[in-house]
């Protein structure tokens, strides 16, 4: 089984300001891990995913994570954030082998960007 | 391309009544995936269908039921309403059961249980 801890249920920032949205799996089989956005009454969009080789992933809208294996963990990073990234985001693993397309979430992270 | 669409977008049903929700994956996906998001719970894997066989599922109660057609094509079902049933519903497709691929989520269905 798998579970996933977004520590920060909410997260201020100033515009322009650099973010990082915390992000802690547990897992005992190998998994992959997804970072995806929800605006307001939206469905959920991709924003990146970490499959395997380069642990520096980068995704849409200037967002990028990076895979620890050792701490467990996939933060999220934008180093200058908009009023339009305003949302929620979602950590999420699925497993390697014999999972399909399940998707385990975290709680989430709503970002809230400010003038 | 057209995305997943979910019908109906908006529904309110009352304690004890039985619901169908429908989801139309993008062309060419064959997995759909079922979710529920509330706030107290967040997203919960209700369950997954691969080519019209139900290949994963959560853990909820067998009040839940879902199927696949030969079009890809899903609807979920829930018998004998309960108030904590009130929630977003999403589904999703993905081309292959495998999860390493994307999947593209629809708007959703809002139920209402009074």
């Known amino acids: 089984a798998q579970s996933v801890t977004q520590l920060d249920s909410q997260v201020p920032v100033f515009e322009e300001a650099p973010v990082e949205l915390r992000c802690n799996y547990s897992s005992s089989v190998s998994v992959y891990l997804f970072w995806y956005v929800q605006y307001p009454n939206q469905g959920l969009q991709l924003l990146l995913k970490y499959l395997s080789g380069s642990t520096l992933v980068k995704g849409i809208n200037g967002f990028e994570a990076e895979f620890n294996k050792s701490q467990t963990s996939f933060h999220l990073r934008k180093p200058s954030v908009h009023i339009s990234d305003t949302a929620e985001y979602f950590c999420?693993?699925?497993?390697?082998?014999?999972?399909?397309?399940?998707?385990?979430f975290g709680t989430g992270t709503q970002l809230k960007v400010e003038l | 391309k057209a995305g997943v669409t979910q019908t109906p977008r908006y529904l309110i049903k009352t304690r004890g009544q039985q619901v169908t929700l429908s989801c139309s994956p993008i062309s060419g996906h064959r997995s759909v995936s079922w979710y529920q998001q509330t706030p107290g719970q967040g997203l919960q894997f209700l369950f997954e269908?691969?080519?019209?066989?139900?290949?994963n599922k959560g853990n909820f109660p067998g009040r839940f039921s879902g199927r696949q057609f030969s079009n890809s094509r899903s609807e979920m079902n829930v018998s004998t309403l309960e108030l904590g049933d009130s929630a977003l519903y999403l589904c999703?497709?993905?081309?292959?059961?495998?999860?390493?691929?994307?999947?593209?989520f629809g708007p959703g269905t809002r139920l209402t249980v009074l």
């Open positions: 999703a497709s993905s081309l292959e059961w495998d999860g390493s691929n994307e999947q593209f």
């Open positions: 999420a693993v699925s497993a390697v082998t014999g999972g399909g397309n399940k998707l385990t």
């Open positions: 269908y691969f080519s019209e066989t139900q290949r």
